[in-house]
């Protein structure tokens, strides 16, 4: 009996002191890093995960989109902010516009470097059966060594809708990596994204919602404009690829051992490769769009190809003690494809542009932390058009 009451003393005495050796290894230890990339120039802009669990159940796409938006209610519908500053473009598509709040960009993309492989999957559902809407999200990233990393991730939101003919789906799927060596850097990223819903043309009369006596029980039992089963679709796939090869580097002694190597003039290519297609189609002619049907089924139809593929050099943040922020300035080309319904014929066009950008940033220090990029078309349909676009 002593000798158990002597060991239960001897442990609880020294539990605390082991604790606090496993607690400080820690601190230290930093679980990943995450940055996103530029489109442009390929510059890593510095991320943070947010993994906390705080009001989890309230956050939507649409919320974190925007605090006030125009759509029709259901999860994936198309969207536009009532705030004009938060109004965005991700793509040169006219008919992508509306599912920004969904789309991801290859500058969205969340680039990691983790010591042990990481997993998050997310699930969020409302409602039952006939206005059932439902969201799972799964992202899985490991590195294979300090210089390579693969990340995919899987999102899949389906949402049936309050009225008639409202139902949405959404599905994206991608597959991104790196390798970052000493003198070579190169990032690609391929995403597959389709949107899906169906069109009402709203309800029929708004008395069905204003009037106490008019409004149904239930909201499915209101009429519509369109009950031809209207569908509307938009897919996109997109292959990115970022190379860069460091000419300069600089010797960085982090301490009496460790050595840290660091780019100070740097070469880089960037290739784009987008396409999207958009669709519309009805079962049955309709008059609610006032167009004469020439057959009993209306299918219209848009589609886009786009290429970009431009060079520059950079000057990265540490080539002088004097200037405080890395300078980029890049050329390249870039080609259109459209293809249309005219008059029941298929339409094809294309176009070709020269232009060149320029970018100022600093990541990197105490007290501010800037990123401005600026390009103008010089030569093609596109000339004079310019885009000046930052932040700090």
Do not use: C
């Not at 008919?95 to 969340?110: C, G, K, N, Q, R």
């Amino acid at each position: 009996m002593r000798k158990l009451i002597y060991i239960l003393a001897t442990l609880a005495f020294t539990a605390p002191s082991v604790h606090a050796k496993v607690s400080l290894k820690k601190k230290v230890r930093e679980p990943f890093k995450v940055w996103h990339l530029t489109e442009n120039t390929g510059s890593k802009m510095e991320a943070s995960l947010d993994t906390t669990t705080t009001h989890f159940a309230n956050f939507t796409p649409m919320n974190a989109y925007s605090i006030a938006n125009s759509y029709n209610g259901t999860w994936g519908s198309p969207l536009q902010s009532k705030i004009w500053l938060d109004r965005t473009e991700d793509t040169d598509f006219p008919f992508a516009t509306p599912y920004d709040a969904y789309f991801i960009s290859p500058s969205e993309l969340p680039y990691f470097d983790t010591k042990t492989p990481f997993a998050s999957l997310n699930y969020q559902t409302f409602g039952f059966n006939q206005t059932k809407e439902d969201n799972f999200n799964a992202l899985f990233s490991v590195n294979a060594n300090k210089k390579f990393n693969i990340s995919a991730l899987v999102d899949y939101m389906r949402a049936m809708g309050m009225y008639t003919n409202q139902a949405t789906k959404q599905i994206k799927a991608g597959l991104w990596s790196y390798y970052h060596g000493k003198r070579y850097e190169a990032n690609a990223a391929y995403m597959y994204q389709q949107f899906f819903n169906e069109e009402n043309g709203g309800v029929s009369s708004h008395d069905y919602v204003t009037v106490d006596s008019m409004h149904p029980d239930n909201p499915v039992q209101i009429p519509v404009m369109l009950n031809n089963e209207a569908q509307s679709r938009l897919k996109s796939h997109y292959v990115f690829f970022n190379q860069k090869v460091h000419l300069a580097l600089k010797k960085v002694q982090l301490d009496s051992v460790r050595v840290e190597y660091k780019p100070i003039f740097s070469a880089f290519h960037t290739f784009n490769f987008q396409q999207f297609d958009k669709r519309y189609r009805e079962d049955s002619a309709s008059v609610f769009y006032k167009t004469p049907a020439v057959n009993p089924v209306t299918k219209d139809s848009a589609r886009q190809y786009s290429l970009r593929n431009h060079v520059g050099v950079s000057l990265d943040e540490g080539f002088s003690k004097y200037v405080p922020f890395s300078l980029v300035a890049y050329a390249g080309h870039e080609w259109l494809q459209y293809k249309y319904l005219e008059d029941s014929a298929t339409v094809k066009d294309h176009e070709n542009n020269l232009f060149i950008g320029a970018e100022i940033s600093k990541k990197t220090g105490e007290n501010l932390f800037f990123n401005a990029n600026a390009e103008v078309y010089v030569l093609g349909p596109s000339v004079s058009t310019f885009s000046i676009e930052g932040n700090v």
